[in-house]
């Protein structure tokens, strides 16, 4: 076991032994209530866009037929993979729709399934994840230990070739094994979901088959679910959780990064960067977590937080070197709307 593995994992312990359920700024009933609002017609904007966007996509390179233009593809179809994963995440914090039923379902169907994923297998391991946060008892935390793969800071040789590990395909076994270990298992779903589960699957291979749509299905899904969108994972697991050096309290241990246009577009979808936030609150939808951030870091708990500008920044702080991070500055960069301003 690596000794670097080992001094994180005790210092991280020790962190959360001080601050154990505590959250350092704290919002009033009124202002929590007001971002948890959860909002119907966006979250069924928001899904129905990113489908959209996949067909389309789909639609205009089959049409132009261009290698370029099919590699651009893959990663603006990956991002839209993981955007359904973040879209399926608010839905495993019952955000997404206020019938609960209605929530799960839809999660399920139209968010989760299509990615191989079973939302209620998730929710277990997520709940345990944001409760015991950076612990031996957190099972995201659990399932990277001993792995010298998430130890930090790294070589930027020993980065480099993870990364591309991932985005040639390489990675899809890691991936698969994830899913295998904490979010496909059916242990505790009711008959009901495990039919539904395998019928949705069925009828979806019978329908390519029968439409002969089974090579756009490998060229337009599996391609970039296992390049494209493996990569962003790494990259976001990284950015949430690893490489940061200070650990006087267990949210020093996390993240909120700032990300450029493009950043948004191919990597960093809803809001997904502002992580610190939905730690702190996870009950804020995330077209809301702009919102919850300006008004946190106009409190002094905030102050100290772990602050990045951009995934290329947290890349550096990976492999050990100053990544533009705003911890502790007077002054903050905060995105609003796509729009920065500073806040004194």
Same mark, same amino acid.
């Given at each position: 076991?690596?000794?670097? @593995? ?26 929590? #209530? ?41 990663? @603006? ?84 070739? =993870? ?35 395998? #019928? ?7 329908? %390519? ?14 391609? /970039? ?5 493996? %990569? ?47 730690? @702190? ?10 919102? %919850?951030?300006? =008004? =946190?870091?106009?409190? /002094?708990? @905030? ?16 492999? #050990?070197? /100053? #990544? ?21």
């Amino acid at each position: 076991m690596s000794v670097e @593995f080992v001094n994180q994992r005790q210092a991280r312990s020790r962190a959360f032994d001080a601050v154990a359920g505590n959250v350092p700024v704290r919002l009033t009933k009124e202002e929590l #209530g007001q971002l948890s609002r959860i909002n119907t017609f966006l979250s069924c904007l928001h899904i129905c866009a990113e489908w959209s966007l996949i067909l389309g996509t789909i639609y205009l390179c089959q049409r132009l037929r261009n290698p370029l233009i099919y590699l651009l593809a893959v990663a @603006f179809l990956g991002a839209r993979q993981h955007a359904l994963l973040v879209l399926m995440h608010d839905g495993v914090h019952y955000r997404l729709f206020r019938n609960r039923r209605l929530n799960d379902w839809a999660t399920e169907a139209l968010l989760a399934w299509p990615c191989l994923i079973s939302a209620r297998a998730y929710r277990r391991n997520h709940f345990r994840h944001h409760r015991y946060l950076n612990t031996d008892q957190d099972p995201d935390w659990a399932r990277k230990h001993g792995d010298p793969a998430w130890v930090f800071p790294k070589r930027p040789s020993r980065l480099a070739s =993870l990364l591309l590990r991932d985005v040639s395909g390489l990675g899809a076994i890691f991936f698969l094994r994830a899913l295998r270990t904490v979010t496909s298992a059916d242990t505790g779903a009711s008959r009901a979901i495990i039919i539904s589960r395998y #019928g949705f699957y069925l009828v979806i291979a019978l329908v %390519l088959f029968w439409t002969g749509a089974l090579e756009l299905f490998l060229q337009y899904w599996l391609v /970039p679910m296992f390049t494209w969108l493996i %990569l962003i994972l790494r990259m976001r697991s990284i950015a949430e959780h690893s490489a940061i050096q200070s650990s006087h309290n267990v949210y020093a241990q996390t993240r909120t990064t700032y990300v450029t246009l493009m950043e948004r577009i191919f990597v960093a979808s809803k809001n997904v960067n502002y992580h610190i936030e939905h730690h @702190f609150y996870p009950s804020v939808p995330f077209y809301r977590l702009p919102e %919850l951030h300006a =008004l =946190l870091v106009s409190k /002094p708990g @905030f102050y100290g937080a772990h602050l990045t500008y951009t995934y290329w920044g947290v890349l550096r702080e990976a492999v #050990g070197s /100053p #990544g533009n991070t705003l911890s502790g500055s007077p002054r903050i960069a905060v995105e609003i709307a796509g729009n920065a301003r500073p806040i004194e």
